[in-house]
């Protein structure tokens, strides 16, 4: 009964194949979100493990379903990379860019020690540095490169089949092994207390919270009223120079009206004010004056209305500040970027949200969500950039296009050292969607594709596209597993914490980067977000991210162009 059962499920998958295709989506995403302690494997790496066993019945889909959902995937990952890849090309950005180029470099290294010592072949060899390096974009780029080599129909599924076989042992391997060295590893080697590490420097940035994250419940931004007792006579300058930049006086009641103020306006018994600002702002103030007065419950009485934009940062005038200084002016008598009482409520770069510290170095392509009065926003937005436009519409003319001019620019190809090369279709999609995110970052109020949108066609697209190769790939995968036993998962673990350790060393003590700042983006350069995840856990901060989201921008465009390279590179290694 068991048997029938079986049979009639596969002849049933076999016969719709695009069930097999959602029934491997479905289980790997449920997969992919078991957690493992700190360790835990994603939606693509689930999903191409569901699609090699469902693969074993002998299910396939036509190849088209797969380019198209590639493209899809390459395209919206350049695009969504491409504000931060340019914004990072300065001296700061070039310099912490060098961990990716270690990366790059010693990966090919070994891979290529690996191809020539245990004898691999270009797919294995293309597998094995996608897993280790855990960039899933690899499979795709050298899939491609593999389907324009002049060989048999034959080899080519097998080839391609072996890239995706040893991407999903290695990939495992690679995972753990990044998560467990920088996270734990890494700080014992350097002989540090990395909370400690993170601490003083989150204090050394203007924070003043020893741990940041250990309150995600309290709101970032307040408002309190106060009823004036002990703090009569107090001019409200005396107020804000306490807050600083992380707040404001917004209003001022007395005798139960609302009336103008100024900074030397000093307050009066039973007067109300309305103060606005940040948390640790508005704490540290309620603090210096505890006798300022009691605390009131409404605020309505006052009218005020605050208001949100947000902005992308592409101001002239901004380029190189800090977050406090934004509201300090640059030179006597010129104004400042941000009005007094317009408020910076996030800093997001690269899709993560930013440490609102007031040394934060700005950079251009920031997005920054501004709080405060409709006419005191209207004047702050063009100081500092763009706003940028709310529409949950695409521009399905501006990404058609970008994914046509990619692939016409894949076709061509050079020699380089009489190896052809080609940054086949996936590469070409690549670099116009990073082209065209960088114009889109540009000119933030055209119409274009939205965040979500580009969620969806990364996550739809890489899924997709990785589940068609695991159910065209199940038949030949025990066969590459049986072939290499154990070497390929040790080979996996081996390029993946060489690599991390080379950096570490330079990082640490050629380029003196702070630890947390470091390992960081030694996760940035592994691509591995789940390394952050464990890092920011050590830490007890936010800090990491200032490493992290430099080198993830560079080596999301870096790491995925190597997989034509490494395809040529195995072939000339093989040939000799």
Partial sequence: MNMTVLTWMAEVLRAHPEIALFLALGVGYAVGQIKFGPIQLGGICGTLIAALVIGQLGVTLQPSVKNMFFMLFIFALGYAGGPQFFANLNAKGLRISLLCVIEVVVVLALVLTATRLMGLDQGTAAGLMAGAATESAVVGTATDAISKLALPPDQIKQLQANVVTAYSITYIFGLIAIVVMTSQVFPLILRIDLREEADKLWRAMGGHEV?????????????RVYTVTGGAGLPIRNVEAVLGAGGSVQGLMR???????AADTPLEADDQVLVVGHRLAVVKMAQTYADLGQEATDASAFGVVMDIAEVILNHPDTQGLTLGELHVPKAPGLPTALPENVLVASVERGGHALPLLPDL???RGDRLKLFGRADDIAVAVPRIGEGMMKSVHSNIALASAGIVLGVWIGLFSVKIGGVPFSLGTGGGALLSGLVFGWYQARHPSRL?????ALALLKDIGLATFIACVGLASGPQALELIRKYGVSLPLMGVTIAVVPAFASLIVGRYLLKFEAPVLLGAIA???CSTPALSAIQTAAGNTTPLLGYTITYAISNVILP????????????????
């Fill in 211 to 223: 741990n940041a994250s250990a309150t995600p419940a309290a709101p970032e931004l307040v408002g």
């Fill in 255 to 261: 005798h139960g009206r609302t009336m103008a103020f």
């Fill in 361 to 363: 170095r700005l950079q």
């Fill in 448 to 452: 274009s594709v939205p965040d979500d």
């Fill in 524 to 526: 940035g350069q592994q």
């Fill in 561 to 576: 162009l190597m997989g034509p390279l490494i395809v040529a590179f195995a072939g000339a290694v093989q040939a000799h």
